[in-house]
């Protein structure tokens, strides 16, 4: 009879072993899957719904949102031991900072004797490109989310949509920045912002703003620009430095197409009158309007349209003329003194109760790091008369209304997302403060770690 070999059959694991290892399994990933929990312990709190400075207070932190916040004394031993601590007790703690007008993908370079703005976009346009912009915008959403500004509203000077990739990409982590609100091409009048182009060369400013001819063809630029992924409407009611203005049937033919999709319209405008015909459009809001008179601003109270200065500060103007004409010693005076008077247009509006939302319209080259024109905007507004509390809501509770995030961010208070930062703690003294930044939250997710 033939050798048979002993047959062997593989040993069955011990059980209990089995069902330890599952269940540890089942909690690493229960434990994976839980929000990330902090308490952030104020030195003090910036309350934007009021204005006040409030001592003593602890945010809770659940995921991406504001849990709680409420009296540090008042904190359960659970809240002490669940969460994580972050000690801010030396800093002031607030929203995190909106800019309602960046250009996160232009850059304009300035030369002595350069005194046409825009002057540089034919350089950007045909040199740069849309992928090379879209690049060194992402270079700028990283500096600007580092500096606490954790939302934006772009508004163009983007070439075809490049905005639209660097929102996808700062939204897919891709590449670190602020939440954006998107624009694509503004809508224009014949040659958009290129000055004194050729009419050989029009169309180059089709690269850039979307030309519109009527009022039927600018409901279609709304409709392309939504198809595209904005977010808001940009529109230029005059498009200096050129000389030509839209007319009121236009702008409201874009406005009632825009709010079909909840979207908001803002118009680019500079004067009196190019402000009383965006305001009779319907727009939600206007850029710059560098001149308004009193009757105008009464109307802009009364449709409840913001105003969003881009005006800079003093640091800022000094660059400017440094650089554009470093014999002028007689410019920056006169521009401190304006922004001082009482008549100075911001202190108006302000006075009148005309809703203000912070913007800086950043994309000249300063030779500074980039953010830095973006936030000394704030500093401007205060250096114009406007209080610092004041200066602070416009940049969270107003600007979130304007760039369209009411109720969502601006505020820390519970429910809303927790975009969180922290600055000097004698910021509600100095607002020069708001420069140093200790630490930056976006949606519960730390930025910049905290530092005393």
Known sequence: MPHRESLSFPQIPDMKKVLTFLCCLIVLSALAQQPDMYRINAGKLFNSETGLFEKGKTILVRGDKIEQVKAT??????????????????????????????????????????????????????????????IYGAARAKSYIEAGITTVQDLGNSGLFADMALKRAINEGLVPGPRMRTSGPGLSTEGGQL???????????????????????????????????????????????????LRVEEIRAIVEEAHRYRIRVTAHATNSRSVYTAVMG?????????????????????????LVPTDGDSLMMKQYFAINDPNDSTSI?????????????????????????????????????FSVPSKRTILGYNQAGIPVADCLKFATINAAEQANFKGKVGVLK????????????????????????????KEGKLVVPARK
């Not at 996160?104 to 005194?115: A, D, F, K, T, V």
């Not at 409709?223 to 409407?233: P, Y």
């Not at 304006?338 to 100075?344: A, G, K, L, V």
Request: aromatic content about 8%; proline content about 3%; charged content about 25%.
């Open 73 to 134: 004394d008042k904190l359960t031993a659970e809240e002490t031991s669940n969460y994580t601590l972050v000690d801010l007790s030396a800093s002031t703690v607030m929203p995190g900072l909106i800019d309602c007008h960046t250009h996160l993908l232009y850059r304009e370079i300035i030369w002595p004797g350069n005194n046409e703005p825009s002057m540089d976009m034919n350089r950007a346009l045909t040199l740069d490109g849309d992928a090379y912009r879209a």
């Open 195 to 245: 000055p004194h182009t050729i009419f050989k060369h029009q169309d180059l400013a089709k690269d850039e703003y979307r030309i519109v001819k009527n009022a039927e063809d600018g409901i279609t630029a709304v409709r392309e620009n939504v198809n595209q992924g904005a977010t808001v409407i940009k529109i230029f009611a005059n498009n200096t430095p050129n000389n030509t203005m």
């Open 282 to 306: 319907g727009v939600d809001g206007i850029e710059h309007g560098y001149s308004i008179e009193d009757s105008v601003m009464d109307l802009m109270v009364k449709k409840g349209v913001f």
């Open 333 to 369: 005076h006169d521009f401190m003194k304006s922004i001082r008077s009482p008549e100075n247009r911001l202190m108006r509006a302000f006075k009148k109760g005309v809703k203000i939302a912070a913007g800086s319209d950043d994309y000249i080259d300063f030779h500074l790091p």
């Open 414 to 441: 519970a429910g809303y997302i927790a975009d969180i930062i922290a600055v000097g703690a004698n910021v509600d003294r100095d607002l020069e403060e708001l420069m140093d930044v200790r630490f930056v939250m």
